[in-house]
Nanobody, 126 residues
Framework: VQLQAYGGGMVQAGDFLRLSCAASGRTFSNSAMGWFRQAPGKERTFVAAVSRAGSSNHYADSVKGRFTISRDNAENTVYLQMNNLEPEDTAVYYC????????????????????WGQGTKFTVFS
């Protein structure tokens, strides 16, 4: 599956933003999907994951309660709704696809994912 993330930009602290990741190929509905982020000078870290059918999800503690991951298999798209943004959320955000069929709580490492999008950057200023 090929992935294209978009929706970045600049927002103010407390604002909201939605990222989208469009997938091409026939395997999207058979892929668990995840979002990761990488701040300048830091490692890429897990943000959220959603199961193949969209029925279960898992979040990093730092975004729990503020971010929501969802997917539309008919549109081959996964979303990341981000509310109450903080300057610490500033990063390049990447979507990724995994063939993992187990619990999405296991999908927190980059090694779990086989396909990656190119990343979309946004900045949260205070």
């Amino acid at each position: 599956v090929q992935l294209q993330a978009y929706g970045g930009g600049m927002v103010q602290a407390g604002d909201f933003l939605r990222l989208s990741c469009a997938a091409s190929g026939r395997t999207f509905s058979n892929s668990a999907m995840g979002w990761f982020r990488q701040a300048p000078g830091k490692e890429r870290t897990f943000v959220a994951a959603v199961s193949r059918a969209g029925s279960s999800n898992h979040y990093a503690d730092s975004v729990k309660g503020r971010f929501t991951i969802s997917r539309d298999n008919a549109e081959n798209t996964v979303y990341l709704q981000m509310n109450n943004l903080e300057p610490e959320d500033t990063a390049v955000y990447y979507c990724a696809a995994s063939q993992w069929a187990g619990a999405v709580s296991s999908l927190t490492r980059t090694q779990n994912y086989a396909s990656w999008g190119q990343g979309t950057k946004f900045t949260v200023f205070s």
